[in-house]
């Protein structure tokens, strides 16, 4: 079997170089990482994990935590983080909290305490400040998804500020009748997303001088089928009737189009519709939308997060970091018809 000093003596460096290019702990010139992985290739060499976790204290293992994983939006980032931390040479562990509190305190009382995971990647959950320090007593590194954590670093979408932006869009085609399907109090947990694009959505309205009509708002649960029956209490009304739909979600969007066709109304003439996410459906059914690329998200994640597992990393980094988005509008919306 071949062995580390057999790579070392082709790449003509040391065995500690090989370990530190293979590993990817420590600083390594990248001239020098592709001469060693190259002897290593042609050698067949492959890191022992036992081995290499002995030596580092490490495992290799980075936890991704999540609320669902049968959501769209979570498994997007879930997709992205493992793509990022197969390419650092680290395996994923997926933690799904979707059994609830007690699962919830199952992870984060018992499996992320022990030694299986080297850091971990929060998304949309606010962490109490038990479970943070916990974590960081064990030295894990730590990086949040979805809003401010104290302490940690985080990732942060400002919903606020997206719901504003797709409700402005309907407002600049002309839509005065607006209505919101959010979410109610049930699904306003970690971080208040229901509530804070509702805020976004008034914003909006308030400062275009619009009247918010409480008979305008639907509550949904972030679902197809939620959206679906959120639009048809608003669209099947025989007269005042909203003109345009701004949805919290894609796939309460993506009810809408639906609950419209079987009313047998046309969308956008009848009715424009908008969405937030640019979920993987929203191209195929013409939805506008904000998108806020979640496979880019975690990506990201990980990028901070193999910062902070370098020796020489800056525990002064900046906590919040805003994530981009983006309006993409399609057919669904149109200017209002005369």
């Given at each position: 079997m071949t062995g580390i000093d057999e790579v070392a003596r082709l790449a003509g460096v040391s065995t500690a170089t090989v370990s530190r290019a293979l590993s990817g702990n420590g600083p390594v010139s990248p001239a020098t990482r592709e001469r060693v992985q190259s002897a290593a290739s042609t050698l067949g060499y492959v890191v022992s994990s036992n081995a290499s976790s002995l030596a580092s204290g490490r495992t290799r293992n980075v936890g991704v935590v999540v609320p669902f994983l049968s959501r769209w939006f979570f498994s997007s980032v879930v997709e992205g983080a493992e793509a990022a931390l197969l390419g650092h040479g680290y395996d994923l562990t997926l933690y799904n909290l979707s059994g609830g509190?007690?699962?919830?305190?199952?992870?984060?009382?018992?499996?992320?305490?022990?030694?299986?995971?080297?850091?971990?990647?929060?998304?949309?959950?606010?962490?109490?400040?038990?479970?943070?320090?916990?974590?960081?007593?064990?030295?894990?590194?730590?990086?949040?998804?979805?809003?401010?954590?104290?302490?940690?670093?985080?990732?942060?979408?400002?919903?606020?500020?997206?719901?504003?932006?797709?409700?402005?869009?309907?407002?600049?085609?002309?839509?005065?009748?607006?209505?919101?399907?959010?979410?109610?109090?049930?699904?306003?947990?970690?971080?208040?997303?229901?509530?804070?694009?509702?805020?976004?959505?008034?914003?909006?309205?308030?400062?275009?001088?619009?009247?918010?009509?409480?008979?305008?708002?639907?509550?949904?649960?972030?679902?197809?089928?939620?959206?679906?029956?959120?639009?048809?209490?608003?669209?099947?009304?025989?007269y005042d009737r909203p003109t345009a739909i701004f949805a919290a979600s894609d796939e309460m969007a993506i009810g809408c189009l639906l609950a419209a066709r079987d009313l047998g109304l046309s969308v956008p003439r009848d009715v424009s519709i908008v969405g937030i996410d640019d979920h993987e459906l929203a191209e195929f059914f013409g939805l506008t939308t904000v998108a806020q690329f979640p496979r880019q998200q975690g990506r990201l994640a990980v990028d901070v997060l193999m910062d902070a597992l370098q020796p020489e990393s800056d525990d002064a980094a900046t906590l919040n970091r805003e994530l981009p988005f983006q309006l993409v509008v399609r057919s669904s919306t149109a200017r209002l018809a005369d």
């Amino acid at each position: 079997m071949t062995g580390i000093d057999e790579v070392a003596r082709l790449a003509g460096v040391s065995t500690a170089t090989v370990s530190r290019a293979l590993s990817g702990n420590g600083p390594v010139s990248p001239a020098t990482r592709e001469r060693v992985q190259s002897a290593a290739s042609t050698l067949g060499y492959v890191v022992s994990s036992n081995a290499s976790s002995l030596a580092s204290g490490r495992t290799r293992n980075v936890g991704v935590v999540v609320p669902f994983l049968s959501r769209w939006f979570f498994s997007s980032v879930v997709e992205g983080a493992e793509a990022a931390l197969l390419g650092h040479g680290y395996d994923l562990t997926l933690y799904n909290l979707s059994g609830g509190e007690e699962s919830r305190r199952s992870v984060f009382d018992q499996f992320l305490l022990r030694k299986r995971v080297d850091a971990v990647i929060a998304v949309a959950l606010e962490l109490t400040d038990d479970e943070v320090s916990r974590l960081l007593a064990l030295h894990k590194p730590l990086v949040g998804i979805g809003g401010p954590i104290p302490g940690v670093p985080t990732l942060t979408l400002d919903d606020l500020a997206v719901a504003q932006l797709a409700t402005e869009h309907l407002i600049s085609l002309g839509h005065t009748q607006i209505a919101h399907i959010g979410a109610g109090v049930e699904f306003d947990l970690d971080f208040h997303l229901a509530s804070t694009r509702r805020r976004g959505f008034e914003r909006a309205m308030h400062d275009a001088g619009l009247t918010i009509r409480d008979d305008l708002y639907q509550p949904a649960d972030f679902t197809i089928r939620g959206g679906y029956e959120a639009a048809k209490q608003l669209l099947g009304r025989p007269y005042d009737r909203p003109t345009a739909i701004f949805a919290a979600s894609d796939e309460m969007a993506i009810g809408c189009l639906l609950a419209a066709r079987d009313l047998g109304l046309s969308v956008p003439r009848d009715v424009s519709i908008v969405g937030i996410d640019d979920h993987e459906l929203a191209e195929f059914f013409g939805l506008t939308t904000v998108a806020q690329f979640p496979r880019q998200q975690g990506r990201l994640a990980v990028d901070v997060l193999m910062d902070a597992l370098q020796p020489e990393s800056d525990d002064a980094a900046t906590l919040n970091r805003e994530l981009p988005f983006q309006l993409v509008v399609r057919s669904s919306t149109a200017r209002l018809a005369d």
